[in-house]
């Protein structure tokens, strides 16, 4: 079965920097468009960052532009978030996922990606 795991969250301070990984088995990767979402209690699952099955396109939520750098090793199953300048605002849940795409641009709504990793807590303190 397809499995999405992410790892690298933690507590940081403002202004440090964070990696989260998210490696997937189980599906044929390169077929896949992999995104970044994250989620804080009581608010919607909200679209962080996705890039295309060959990495040449990369969408951002306006709120993460310039900061955060969504990249992928096809090699590896492994897709990455990198988060530099991290904000308070920053803290909740990210969830990796997977949305079966090779031709047209990266989804940015829950609805477009079938498969999702267990998440993993990001917590900045200021």
């Known amino acids: 079965q397809v499995q999405l795991v992410e790892s690298g969250g933690g507590l940081v301070q403002a202004g440090d920097s964070l990696r989260l990984s998210c490696t997937a088995s189980g599906l044929a990767f390169t077929n896949y468009v992999m995104g970044w979402f994250r989620q804080t209690p009581g608010k919607e699952r909200e679209f962080v960052a996705a890039?295309?099955?060959?990495?040449?396109?990369?969408v951002y939520a306006y709120s993460v532009e310039g900061r955060f750098t969504i990249s992928r090793d096809n090699t590896k199953n492994t897709v990455y978030l990198r988060m530099n300048s991290l904000k308070p605002d920053d803290t909740a849940v990210y969830y990796c996922a997977a949305q079966y795409n090779r031709y047209y641009a990266p989804g940015q709504r829950r609805s477009e990606y079938a498969f999702w990793g267990q998440g993993t807590q990001v917590t900045v303190s200021s």
């Open positions: 890039i295309t099955w060959g990495g040449d396109t990369t």
